[in-house]
């Protein structure tokens, strides 16, 4: 049987870091000399391939023009983006508009190639890749990578891209703070019951080399959400600690103005999101434990009377390698058979997908484990007469009463007319595509209007043990379930008067 092997990358902003999931023990890939974090930085020499890492770090200062890093901070943007604007007046070495994207100029003036942010970052990822080939003693071709939070479709994209040159193929690709609040379960100590509190919101303090990040998370029915993400680049982990020697930090409090800079970045991350500061259910603060108390002190003075705390159980930024890999185990663990294990080709909706019943059923539209893409279609009618509209509920889950499973969404059907319950007849079409997006329809035959649905059913909205909770609540309830709809018929569905 093939050994399935899919790698987690952290592309983090200055370092990165790769990790597998290995005979179901998770194992952080190091390099050579047993350094798991590579600087992201590539040098390109005079004569030779480039350089990539420590290798090409130890180069910056003798060859700043041709030593490239920060290249995060480039892909996917606009050469105008303020972002790169504000990179290229930091940065070391020259960034060009080519056609209105940024491109890095390695030579002179009137000699030289030009590189694009998608090809540094290949660069970094192949050496990420040639770390655990060497390391498992096997080939590599599928990877999950966690990108920051804020990253918009057009810098996931170019990151995608970026693997596919480094000859990766992309399982998913996510973002950190969905990474760590899987790697910790953060609803276990945030919310009353793991995954299953509605509307448990919490505020997720990542501080990392090179920025700190903000985010807003929302679980509800296990599946996590991120809703807002700030991100500060001038306040970071250094910025609480002062040297005392060559080798040794000592913490300092943080200042009135630090303190208001992150009451400031947390203002803007609830304004953004549109929830006031009575809506937090509790903060998380991450990064290097040692240097992060001031921080959760600073937070506590925020939201008084809230839970802040810091979870333990990973080195620095190892939590969101976890993460990564084990969001893809979820991803491996949905498919139906070992030819898509292998192959990676097939995945699949990992709960059912319904509507409710006049008798408050659930009524299955596509079943669990459905090889996607698909797209099933059923006829539906109205449960009175003369109704004149109709509000249908889109489910997720494996309850036999629609009210304990998801809601996703409704559909509503109007301008239906009068006549005797049964006559009027209402195509429902759920299609769910390669990237788990469900689309669900209803039209009334014959008319021209359509009720429309759009919704992620990615099985990696779940924390790791909420399916296989889920299904055997399912099984385990059937009957009494059953016992609950005795009354109702379950062929027609709830309709409006």
Known sequence: MYPRKVISIDLGESYSRVGVFRNKTFQVITDGQGRSAIPNYVEFPSHGPPLVGFEAKEQALSNPKKTIYDSRRLIGRNFNDPEVQEAIKELRYDVVNVSGSPVIKIGTESDYIGYTPENITSFILKKLKDMAEVQLKTTIKHATITVPSDFDEYQIQATKDAAEASELSVVRIFPVAKSIAHAYKLERDLCDEIGRRADCTYVLYNIRDGESELTILKSDYGVVDVMETVKDRELRWEDFEAP??????????????????????????????????????????????????????????????????????????????FGGALLGQVFLEMTEDWCSLCCLTISVNPLGLGIETSSGGFLRVMRRNIAIPARKTLSVSTSADNQEEVIIKVLEGERAVAGKNRLLGTLKVSGIPRAPKGVAEIEVVFEVNADEVLTATARLKGAMEVAKLVVSVVSDRYIYEVIGDIIREGEDKYYEDLQQLMEGSENVLNGVE
């Open 244 to 321: 005392v020697g060559a080798a040794q930090v000592q913490l300092k409090l943080p200042s009135k103005q630090q303190s208001e800079r992150v009451f400031g970045i947390v203002e803007k991350l609830l304004i953004d999101a549109k929830i006031i500061k009575n809506d937090i259910n509790g903060i998380v603060v991450t990064g290097v434990s040692s240097h992060i108390s001031k921080v959760q002190g600073v937070l506590e003075a925020y939201f008084p009377g809230r839970k802040v705390f810091t979870p333990s159980g990973f080195e620095h930024d190892e939590a969101i390698v």
